[in-house]
């Protein structure tokens, strides 16, 4: 081909431009961040200050502050916390020891698999606030009802990612760490483990983020004390300004839960880009 027709069949192609990332300062994107919630505090106390929403509908931000002062000042508000976290945390911890177990059971054996995941998918689908009713039949209205409540809510997300991660390792790199003799106790913990990383974040942020929302659905069992306890005792004086303390701090609870996550992710995947850049 001459020169004269290359240049021809090269006029009208376009020169391919990569869409890069742009770098942002952390300040910048905590900023980004913040906006939604202030703007929805902003408008909070606009319709609050404008008589759009009167006190029996929703208290003010500044009367949910005084809430707060007033909760705190007197102690209800830090043996609430210490409470719902401690259930909370208890109920996580067995949930996802459960989760991790059973889907390095079904994931990495077929065996495993035969026996336990048609069983568990099928337990998986049943709401687990439909299981209320029953753990208060079973195990009474004390705190065992509500940590188990909590731990077979955060069991199946932690279940479901864990299987699908084991199940996406390299087998033909499992089966050249066991054709050096490594033991299978060994493989699951040095190749199967570190590969299914992702998979495991993403079933611990749902896990507890699901905790919260069990909480919530726990401490409706004739709790005597926690967060859900305040709750009860604000609706049967109608005092909204601690119930909205009750809704954010709840709110906030699963922010938390979130936050501690992407920390894990950065901590132990960090060759992974932040989300969100420009493009």
């Known amino acids: 081909m001459s020169a004269l027709s290359e240049a021809a069949a090269t006029e009208h192609l376009v020169t391919p431009r990569p869409q890069l ?16 919630p202030v ?7 606009v319709a609050s200050a404008t008589g759009l929403l009167t ?65 568990l998918q099928t337990l998986r689908t049943i709401p687990f606030l439909a299981l209320v009713p029953l753990f208060m039949v079973w195990f009474g209205i004390n705190e065992t009802a509500k940590i ?14 864990t299987s699908s991660g084991v199940r ?15 033991s299978r106790l060994a493989v ?18 749902l896990s507890m983020t699901l905790s919260v929302i069990a909480l919530i659905a726990a401490e409706e069992i004739n709790a005597t004390a926690g967060i859900g306890y305040l709750m009860s005792q604000a609706q049967s004086y109608a005092r909204t300004d601690i119930l909205a303390v009750c809704i954010l701090i709840y709110g906030l609870l699963g922010l938390a839960a979130d936050i501690v996550v992407r920390l894990l992710e950065r901590v132990l995947m960090p060759w992974r880009s932040p989300q969100g850049g420009t493009r």
């Open 39 to 45: 703007a929805l505090l902003a408008l909070w106390w």
């Open 21 to 36: 990332r742009t770098a942002r300062s952390r300040p910048f994107a905590l900023t980004v961040r913040a906006l939604g």
């Open 188 to 205: 699951v913990r040095e190749v199967v483990l570190p590969g299914a990383l992702p998979s495991l974040l993403a079933g611990l942020r």
């Open 168 to 182: 996406n390792t390299d087998p033909k790199l499992v089966e050249a760490m066991r054709s050096f003799g490594m």
């Open 148 to 161: 188990l409540l909590i731990a077979v809510a955060t069991t199946f997300p932690m279940y479901v990612s």
């Open 55 to 119: 006190p029996d509908v929703l208290a003010s931000p500044a009367e949910v502050l005084r809430a707060v002062g007033e909760l705190w000042g007197n102690g209800q508000l830090p043996d609430a916390l210490t409470t719902s976290l401690t259930r909370s945390g208890i109920g996580l911890l067995f949930g996802l020891a459960a989760g991790l177990v059973l889907g390095i059971t079904t994931g990495f054996t077929r065996l495993g698999d035969e026996l336990l995941d048609s069983s």
